[in-house]
């Protein structure tokens, strides 16, 4: 199992989950993607979108100011 780490704080919808979807393209299943993200928008979308794409979503936590990490598992 591999863990992968994706910063997409810069970026905004739908390009968040558009870089996150790539990324996880990339993975094997099993496989952990770390992503880090804004509150807002990209906060409420990715979770709900990798879900509706059949991931799991393993954990949703603040890190600091208005970052966000969602842990993805392929």
Do not use: Y
């Amino acid at each position: 199992m591999t863990t992968v780490k994706l910063d997409i704080t810069a970026e905004h919808c739908p390009m968040t989950f558009v870089k996150t979807k790539i990324q996880l393209s990339k993975l094997q299943s099993g496989d952990i993607l770390e992503v880090l993200l804004m509150e807002g928008e990209p906060l409420q979308n990715v979770p709900k979108s990798a879900r509706e794409q059949g991931f799991k979503v393993l954990d949703i936590s603040h890190v600091e100011g208005q970052v966000h990490k969602v842990i993805i598992e392929k």
